[in-house]
Protein backbone atom coordinates (compact mmCIF):
# COMPACT_ATOMS: atom_id res chain seq x y z
CA UNK A 1 0.00 0.00 0.00
CA UNK A 2 1.27 3.27 -0.64
CA UNK A 3 0.51 6.98 1.33
CA UNK A 4 1.27 10.25 0.51
CA UNK A 5 1.99 12.54 3.60
CA UNK A 6 1.78 16.30 2.67
CA UNK A 7 3.11 18.07 6.37
CA UNK A 8 1.44 21.73 5.95
CA UNK A 9 -2.25 21.81 5.28
CA UNK A 10 -1.46 25.72 4.63
CA UNK A 11 1.25 27.79 3.44
CA UNK A 12 1.27 31.64 3.41
CA UNK A 13 4.06 33.57 1.83
CA UNK A 14 4.43 36.72 1.00
CA UNK A 15 4.76 37.53 -2.85
CA UNK A 16 7.78 37.27 -4.76
CA UNK A 17 9.20 35.52 -1.73
CA UNK A 18 10.20 31.47 -2.51
CA UNK A 19 8.27 28.27 -1.29
CA UNK A 20 8.53 25.09 -0.27
CA UNK A 21 5.86 22.79 -0.39
CA UNK A 22 6.77 19.42 1.26
CA UNK A 23 5.81 15.61 0.48
CA UNK A 24 7.19 12.56 1.33
CA UNK A 25 5.43 9.35 0.35
CA UNK A 26 5.97 5.64 1.83
CA UNK A 27 5.77 2.73 -0.76
CA UNK A 28 6.62 -0.93 -1.00
CA UNK A 29 7.24 -0.47 -4.77
CA UNK A 30 8.98 1.86 -6.98
CA UNK A 31 6.44 4.76 -7.92
CA UNK A 32 6.03 7.48 -9.91
CA UNK A 33 5.19 11.09 -8.46
CA UNK A 34 2.90 13.69 -9.66
CA UNK A 35 2.26 17.44 -8.32
CA UNK A 36 -1.15 18.68 -9.19
CA UNK A 37 -2.77 21.97 -8.70
CA UNK A 38 -5.81 22.82 -8.24
CA UNK A 39 -7.45 26.58 -8.73
CA UNK A 40 -10.27 27.66 -7.14
CA UNK A 41 -13.82 25.93 -8.53
CA UNK A 42 -11.82 24.25 -11.01
CA UNK A 43 -10.22 20.41 -11.70
CA UNK A 44 -6.53 19.22 -11.09
CA UNK A 45 -3.76 19.83 -13.71
CA UNK A 46 -0.61 18.62 -13.70
CA UNK A 47 2.23 21.35 -12.52
CA UNK A 48 4.78 18.06 -13.09
CA UNK A 49 6.24 14.40 -12.69
CA UNK A 50 8.82 12.28 -12.06
CA UNK A 51 9.41 9.58 -13.75
CA UNK A 52 12.45 8.19 -14.03
CA UNK A 53 16.12 10.07 -14.79
CA UNK A 54 16.81 13.42 -13.61
CA UNK A 55 15.78 14.03 -9.88
CA UNK A 56 14.94 17.18 -10.63
CA UNK A 57 11.60 17.90 -12.45
CA UNK A 58 10.61 21.09 -14.01
CA UNK A 59 7.22 21.98 -14.45
CA UNK A 60 4.81 24.98 -15.70
CA UNK A 61 4.25 28.43 -13.94
CA UNK A 62 7.92 28.08 -13.16
CA UNK A 63 7.79 25.12 -10.50
CA UNK A 64 10.06 22.46 -9.74
CA UNK A 65 10.17 19.62 -7.66
CA UNK A 66 13.35 17.31 -6.37
CA UNK A 67 13.04 13.40 -6.20
CA UNK A 68 14.70 12.24 -3.07
CA UNK A 69 14.88 8.67 -3.25
CA UNK A 70 16.78 8.28 0.86
CA UNK A 71 14.45 10.23 2.37
CA UNK A 72 11.47 9.53 0.40
CA UNK A 73 10.61 12.99 -0.60
CA UNK A 74 9.50 15.00 -3.27
CA UNK A 75 9.05 18.95 -2.28
CA UNK A 76 8.03 21.48 -4.70
CA UNK A 77 9.32 25.12 -4.92
CA UNK A 78 9.00 28.21 -6.86
CA UNK A 79 11.98 31.02 -6.09
CA UNK A 80 9.53 33.60 -6.60
CA UNK A 81 5.34 33.23 -6.07
CA UNK A 82 2.88 35.36 -7.52
CA UNK A 83 -0.69 36.37 -6.14
CA UNK A 84 -2.04 34.02 -9.01
CA UNK A 85 -0.63 31.11 -7.46
CA UNK A 86 -2.73 31.15 -4.72
CA UNK A 87 -4.01 27.43 -5.30
CA UNK A 88 -4.28 23.91 -3.60
CA UNK A 89 -1.42 21.94 -4.59
CA UNK A 90 -1.70 17.60 -3.94
CA UNK A 91 0.92 15.65 -4.18
CA UNK A 92 0.40 12.20 -5.73
CA UNK A 93 1.80 8.81 -6.11
CA UNK A 94 1.33 5.65 -8.48
CA UNK A 95 3.29 2.63 -8.91
CA UNK A 96 5.22 1.48 -11.65
CA UNK A 97 3.56 -1.63 -12.48
CA UNK A 98 1.55 -0.11 -15.37
CA UNK A 99 -2.31 -1.05 -13.51
CA UNK A 100 -4.92 1.29 -13.65
CA UNK A 101 -4.90 2.12 -10.18
CA UNK A 102 -5.47 5.52 -9.36
CA UNK A 103 -3.45 7.38 -8.07
CA UNK A 104 -2.66 8.04 -4.10
CA UNK A 105 -3.13 11.50 -3.06
CA UNK A 106 -1.81 13.58 -0.57
CA UNK A 107 -3.95 15.68 2.07
CA UNK A 108 -3.61 19.15 0.01
CA UNK A 109 -1.22 21.71 0.50
CA UNK A 110 -3.34 25.49 0.81
CA UNK A 111 -0.93 28.08 -0.88
CA UNK A 112 -1.96 31.29 0.77
CA UNK A 113 0.08 34.32 -0.91
CA UNK A 114 -0.13 37.42 0.41
CA UNK A 115 0.99 41.00 -1.26
CA UNK B 1 -5.27 18.76 -25.98
CA UNK B 2 -7.10 16.20 -23.56
CA UNK B 3 -11.02 16.88 -22.47
CA UNK B 4 -12.68 15.05 -19.98
CA UNK B 5 -15.93 16.85 -19.16
CA UNK B 6 -18.58 16.35 -16.71
CA UNK B 7 -22.34 16.75 -17.08
CA UNK B 8 -23.13 19.18 -14.63
CA UNK B 9 -20.71 21.46 -12.28
CA UNK B 10 -23.67 22.13 -9.44
CA UNK B 11 -25.91 19.30 -8.31
CA UNK B 12 -28.30 19.59 -5.47
CA UNK B 13 -30.25 16.27 -4.76
CA UNK B 14 -32.76 15.33 -1.48
CA UNK B 15 -31.84 11.97 0.59
CA UNK B 16 -32.80 9.01 -1.22
CA UNK B 17 -32.54 10.06 -4.46
CA UNK B 18 -31.26 8.14 -7.27
CA UNK B 19 -28.15 10.14 -8.56
CA UNK B 20 -25.88 10.14 -11.62
CA UNK B 21 -22.74 11.25 -12.52
CA UNK B 22 -21.65 11.48 -16.13
CA UNK B 23 -17.96 12.03 -17.61
CA UNK B 24 -17.08 11.76 -20.55
CA UNK B 25 -13.31 12.24 -22.44
CA UNK B 26 -12.30 12.42 -25.55
CA UNK B 27 -8.78 11.01 -25.76
CA UNK B 28 -9.83 7.59 -26.59
CA UNK B 29 -7.96 6.94 -22.67
CA UNK B 30 -8.68 3.25 -20.99
CA UNK B 31 -8.72 3.84 -17.88
CA UNK B 32 -11.38 6.04 -15.80
CA UNK B 33 -11.57 7.13 -12.61
CA UNK B 34 -13.71 8.60 -10.32
CA UNK B 35 -13.17 10.52 -6.99
CA UNK B 36 -14.13 12.60 -4.24
CA UNK B 37 -12.57 15.22 -2.59
CA UNK B 38 -13.19 16.46 1.10
CA UNK B 39 -11.93 18.77 3.09
CA UNK B 40 -8.85 17.87 5.06
CA UNK B 41 -9.23 14.42 3.67
CA UNK B 42 -7.69 15.28 0.10
CA UNK B 43 -8.72 12.83 -2.83
CA UNK B 44 -10.03 9.82 -2.53
CA UNK B 45 -10.90 7.18 -5.39
CA UNK B 46 -14.15 5.57 -5.22
CA UNK B 47 -13.77 3.17 -8.51
CA UNK B 48 -11.97 2.90 -11.51
CA UNK B 49 -12.38 0.91 -14.37
CA UNK B 50 -9.44 -0.27 -16.94
CA UNK B 51 -11.50 -1.02 -20.06
CA UNK B 52 -15.13 -1.00 -21.26
CA UNK B 53 -17.43 -3.10 -18.98
CA UNK B 54 -15.00 -3.21 -16.36
CA UNK B 55 -14.54 -1.79 -13.14
CA UNK B 56 -12.74 -1.90 -9.89
CA UNK B 57 -13.66 -0.95 -6.39
CA UNK B 58 -11.56 2.03 -4.84
CA UNK B 59 -10.33 2.84 -1.14
CA UNK B 60 -14.73 4.28 -0.57
CA UNK B 61 -16.76 2.82 -2.83
CA UNK B 62 -19.69 1.81 -0.13
CA UNK B 63 -22.78 3.48 -1.30
CA UNK B 64 -21.72 4.30 -5.16
CA UNK B 65 -21.38 1.92 -8.36
CA UNK B 66 -20.50 2.63 -11.90
CA UNK B 67 -21.18 1.49 -15.36
CA UNK B 68 -18.55 1.78 -18.38
CA UNK B 69 -21.22 0.91 -21.48
CA UNK B 70 -18.60 2.74 -23.76
CA UNK B 71 -14.81 3.75 -23.66
CA UNK B 72 -15.41 7.38 -23.70
CA UNK B 73 -18.11 7.58 -20.96
CA UNK B 74 -17.92 6.65 -17.10
CA UNK B 75 -20.93 7.56 -14.77
CA UNK B 76 -20.97 7.38 -10.87
CA UNK B 77 -24.51 6.14 -9.53
CA UNK B 78 -25.32 7.03 -6.03
CA UNK B 79 -28.22 4.38 -5.45
CA UNK B 80 -29.71 5.91 -2.72
CA UNK B 81 -27.95 9.46 -2.06
CA UNK B 82 -27.08 10.37 1.75
CA UNK B 83 -26.28 13.57 2.97
CA UNK B 84 -22.85 12.27 3.90
CA UNK B 85 -21.96 12.02 -0.07
CA UNK B 86 -22.23 15.45 -0.21
CA UNK B 87 -18.66 16.59 -1.77
CA UNK B 88 -16.93 17.19 -5.08
CA UNK B 89 -16.16 14.90 -7.38
CA UNK B 90 -13.70 14.09 -9.60
CA UNK B 91 -13.60 12.22 -12.79
CA UNK B 92 -9.92 11.72 -14.43
CA UNK B 93 -8.76 9.57 -17.34
CA UNK B 94 -5.46 8.01 -18.45
CA UNK B 95 -4.12 6.18 -21.27
CA UNK B 96 -3.42 2.24 -20.38
CA UNK B 97 0.16 1.04 -19.18
CA UNK B 98 3.03 2.70 -17.60
CA UNK B 99 5.58 5.13 -17.89
CA UNK B 100 4.68 8.33 -19.82
CA UNK B 101 0.96 7.29 -19.85
CA UNK B 102 0.66 7.41 -16.26
CA UNK B 103 -0.60 11.32 -15.88
CA UNK B 104 -4.21 11.07 -15.06
CA UNK B 105 -6.30 13.94 -16.79
CA UNK B 106 -9.43 15.38 -14.49
CA UNK B 107 -12.73 17.02 -15.28
CA UNK B 108 -13.64 20.26 -13.97
CA UNK B 109 -15.42 18.47 -11.04
CA UNK B 110 -18.93 18.36 -9.85
CA UNK B 111 -20.09 19.82 -6.69
CA UNK B 112 -23.34 17.31 -4.97
CA UNK B 113 -25.35 18.66 -2.46
CA UNK B 114 -27.26 16.06 -0.17
CA UNK B 115 -30.26 17.25 1.50
Known amino acids: AQSVTQLDSQVPVFEEAPVELRCNYSSSVSVYLFWYVQYPNQGLQLLLKYLSGSTLVKGINGFEAEFNKSQTSFHLRKPSVHISDTAEYFC?????????????FGKGTHLIIQP | DVKVTQSSRYLVKRTGEKVFLECVQD?????MFWYRQDPGLGLRLIYFSYDVKMKEKGDIPEGYSVSREKKERFSLILESASTNQTSMYLC??????????????FGPGTRLTVL
Open chain 2, 27 to 31: MDHEN
Open chain 2, 92 to 105: ASRLAGAGENNEQF
Open chain 1, 92 to 104: AVSDRGGGADGLT
